[in-house]
């Protein structure tokens, strides 16, 4: 029998990166330590302080006290780094939470950190509002690196990581069925990307800024653009109860629930490619029957008492769940299950790929629409030879297979860890949703998990387990479970 062998992995490289984002952690923990001097609330600045420490000296210990004999990063490095960061800035990233008292234990704060970092927005904090300023930033912050993606970032601040296995760390983040670049150097075009990113993010905050204060108003921009879902108030965006706030948070949901790539054109006033765009058409009817269908609900039903309200509040909703964001403008649970129902579909199929929303991703369900047109053609035509076209070219079959496959692992996922939620005692429509939202990194509960906060309630094991689900879905379940499979980690 033919001996099997373990991969050579570069494990100290692997490392040592580690360690150069951890340093970038620590000076992003800068940005809610001076919030917390703006608002003179000196213990959190402590813990900052003190949380910043930790995470530099961590950073410092591994930047340079490993020396790697290979500094070269392949594509099977480059897979681990990405699943593996998270966890690292998930850790170091939760301990202003325990260092304040936020949350009382590890098991709390690591889920509430993920659930930022991977922008799903689940919450274990019943009272947001009775936190010091300085936790309420980090808390949308991490939401709002965490949507562009931490190796992004690092690959536009780091362009060394473009020498050094940068297209592997690029595919192994970036979302979509394949991963388009705007220029040829990865470094340049994850920089082009935060540039978009960064000025959707200042003129939403400028937009917001009379309204909600400058407080809110950047708190709620971290958390739209990203598609996370975290706000500032208790009653999120009803605090405010103004069709204004509705209308431009609905707006920049919307953006961030598109491909970054058609951003970038519409910046260079390239207004055909969207056009032509066959998946763009298909977010936006695919929202559009939505909110029409729910509108007819809230018409049937008597919900709110005009239509201003109705087609504001449909529409609203409709594109947090496409965009995976979270916000909410009613709990539906409460009216029945028809609207929580058509809400869970549409978190399954997402956005489209290449934005920071989450979601199995728009892309792969037109593909699939389109190849079971196909397969209907060829009950009839059993010689035909077709081809699955978007925006009017073939898509290669072995696409298209991945593309199946994505959607069965995808739906099998979501299906076990239901199964276990069910096992752990939820109930039954509440579990589903529940994994279905938390895959999706929308977030959002139903039930026993409606409640903001009410996470906290779970079993500690189901919380572990979610925070998992967050990450296989925030890097869209190969990069993650890959790991866990012999074959990766065996010579080829």
Not at 182 to 189: D, F, K, L, Y
Not at 350 to 357: P, Q
Not at 435 to 443: P, Q, R, T
Request: aromatic share 14%; net charge positive; proline share 2%.
């Amino acid at each position: 029998m033919q001996r099997l062998m373990t991969q050579n992995i570069n494990f100290p490289i692997v490392l040592r990166v580690i360690g150069w984002l951890l340093l970038i952690e620590g000076a992003y923990m800068l940005l809610p330590l001076l919030v917390s001097l703006w608002f003179h609330e000196y213990d959190t600045v402590t813990v900052f302080a003190l949380s910043i420490a930790i995470t530099l000296l961590a950073g410092v210990l591994m930047t340079f006290g490993l020396r790697p004999a290979d500094n070269s990063m392949r594509k099977r490095e480059g897979i681990i780094l990405t699943a593996v960061i998270w966890v690292f800035f998930s850790a170091f990233g939760m301990l202003p939470y325990l260092f304040s008292g936020t949350l009382s234990n590890v098991t709390d704060a690591f889920f509430e950190t993920m659930s930022g970092f991977t922008t799903t927005g689940s919450t274990l904090i019943t009272d947001v509002e009775s936190l010091p300023h300085g936790i309420i930033f980090w808390r949308s912050s991490t939401q709002w690196l965490g949507g562009m993606g931490i190796i992004l970032f690092t690959l536009a601040v780091l362009p060394m990581l473009n020498y050094k296995g940068g297209i592997a760390l690029f595919n192994a983040e970036v979302t979509g069925i394949t991963h388009e670049r705007i220029r040829p150097r990865v470094s340049q075009t994850a920089k082009d990307l935060w540039i978009i990113y960064i000025t959707l993010s200042a003129i939403m905050a400028a937009l917001l800024w009379q309204p909600m204060g400058w407080f809110d108003a950047v708190c709620h921009t971290m958390a739209t653009v990203s598609t996370g879902g975290y706000s500032s108030r208790n009653m999120g965006l009803q605090f405010w109860n103004s069709y204004y706030v509705y209308g431009v948070v609905m707006v920049f949901m919307f953006l961030g629930g598109m491909n970054f790539t058609l951003l970038y054109a519409l910046t260079r006033g390239r207004l055909s490619l969207i056009r032509r765009n066959d998946t763009f058409k298909f977010y936006v009817t695919i929202i559009v029957l939505v909110s029409v269908i729910i509108l007819f609900r809230m018409w049937d039903f008597n919900y709110f008492d005009n239509w201003t309200d109705r087609v504001t509040l449909a529409f609203f909703d409709t594109i947090a769940a496409a965009t995976s964001t979270g916000f909410t403008s009613v709990r539906y649970e409460t009216q029945g299950e028809f609207i929580a129902f058509i809400i869970m579909v549409l978190m399954v199929f997402g956005g489209m790929a290449g934005s920071t929303s989450g979601g199995a991703k728009i892309d792969r369900f037109l593909v699939m629409v389109k190849n079971s047109r196909n397969e209907f053609y060829r009950v009839l035509h059993s010689n035909a030879v077709t081809a699955v076209r978007i925006d009017g070219k073939a898509i290669p079959h072995q696409i298209v297979s991945k593309v199946i496959a994505f959607i069965s692992i995808y739906l099998l996922v979501m299906v076990a860890v239901a199964l276990i939620l069910a096992f752990l005692g939820l109930p039954m429509f509440d579990s589903l949703f529940t994994s279905v939202s938390v895959l999706s990194n929308f977030g959002f509960g139903y039930g026993v998990t409606a409640e903001p906060g009410s996470f906290i309630y779970l079993p500690t094991v189901a919380k572990w387990l979610l925070a998992l689900e967050m990450l296989v879905g925030r890097l869209e379940l190969f990069t993650v479970l890959i790991l866990f499979t012999r074959r990766f980690w065996l010579k080829d």
